[in-house]
């Protein structure tokens, strides 16, 4: 009886596995053309950056505004990098 209830919950395992495989290729490439179309819209932000300050005169704001915008970068790879880290002390924990 229980060997039956295992072939069962196998087979069952194995329909899910297969059912999910095309799911994923299919997340795969919708998740593909969204980040195309991300960076595509992203390059209008620089270039409208590089046309304001664009010239001889504007040197001093061009550093400044490049300056800003490698700080506003920073915060959210740090906020990321810190909840991962507690994650990653969360699972190690429960682990043990």
Known sequence: MFTKVRSQKSEVRREKAKSQIPNSKIKT????????????????????????????????KAKAVNDGIVFLMVVPYLLIAIIGYFVYQMRKNKTK
């Open 29 to 60: 490439v919708l998740f593909g053309i969204c980040f195309l179309f991300f960076g595509i819209s992203s390059y209008a932000q620089c270039a409208m950056c590089r046309a304001a300050l664009a010239g001889d005169a504007n040197v001093e």
